[in-house]
């Protein structure tokens, strides 16, 4: 059974704190991503990676970066953190994107606080 | 673009059948995904359609027809533990394989 583990399950930093949210999935999984989830807005894509290195922006990419140095761990990091970053962090990881049926499997998540 | 769109929130009768629909629009299509989403969970995956017609997997299953972009989760015989958050989630053509979240529908399942 896949599993994917998030670092934190809460966390609370001051405005301007860089932070890093730390993600890894044991199971092989070429793609990794990062999102946000908010009440009446749903999931939203921040950036996600297809491969060791390799990183692409998604949906909202703005005020985040990422790093993946090994292919099992894909960190997100806010630089400075601010009060609208407030949010639950989701991370997913699936199977390389030639194969057909490959849904994402899903951290806990962690939810962030920024005061 | 791909918009999504399913209903807010419904609300049911344990023991009930109730329909989550779901509509998209894309210039290409790659495969329809439903995950459930239990308060404070993570999501996980129910099913995946990417073919016409009907998958049945137990007490849910999953319609698509692509023609229509339009997709829905049936749940049947409803228990109290089917009330959660039901995503709708679609995927793509082109060789792309992200996919694109719906902002979910809240189920609440009445005794």
């Known amino acids: 059974d896949v599993k994917v583990t998030q670092s934190s399950r809460y966390l609370v930093k001051r405005t301007g704190e860089k932070v890093f949210l730390e993600c890894v999935q044991d199971?092989?999984?070429?793609?990794m991503f990062w999102y946000r989830q908010d009440p009446g807005l749903g999931l939203r894509l921040i950036y996600f990676?297809?491969?060791?290195?390799?990183?692409e922006k998604g949906d909202i990419p703005e005020g985040y970066s990422v790093s993946r140095e090994k292919k099992e761990r894909f960190s997100l990091i806010l630089e400075s953190a601010s009060t609208n970053q407030t949010s639950m962090y989701l991370c997913?990881?699936?199977?390389?994107?030639?194969?057909?049926?490959?849904?994402?499997?899903f951290g806990n998540g962690t939810r962030l606080t920024v005061t | 673009g791909q918009n999504i769109d399913q209903p807010t929130e419904m609300t049911a009768t344990e023991g009930a059948i109730v329909q989550i629909n779901c509509t998209y629009q894309?210039?290409?299509?790659?495969?329809l995904f439903w995950y459930q989403q239990h308060a404070g969970e993570a999501p996980t995956f129910l099913s995946y359609?990417?073919?016409?017609g009907l998958e049945e997997k137990g007490r849910f299953s999953s319609f698509l027809s692509r023609s229509k972009g339009y997709s829905y989760l049936l749940l049947k015989e409803l228990q109290m533990k089917d009330s959660a958050s039901y995503l709708c989630?679609?995927?793509?053509?082109?060789?792309?394989?992200?996919?694109?979240f719906g902002r979910g529908t809240s189920l609440i399942v009445h005794p």
């Open positions: 997913a990881s699936s199977l390389s994107g030639t194969v057909g049926n490959s849904p994402l499997h």
């Open positions: 199971m092989d999984h070429e793609n």
């Open positions: 990676s297809y491969d060791v290195k390799m990183k």
């Open positions: 894309t210039s290409g299509f790659n495969g």
């Open positions: 359609n990417v073919l016409d």
């Open positions: 989630a679609h995927r793509g053509s082109g060789g792309s394989y992200i996919p694109t």
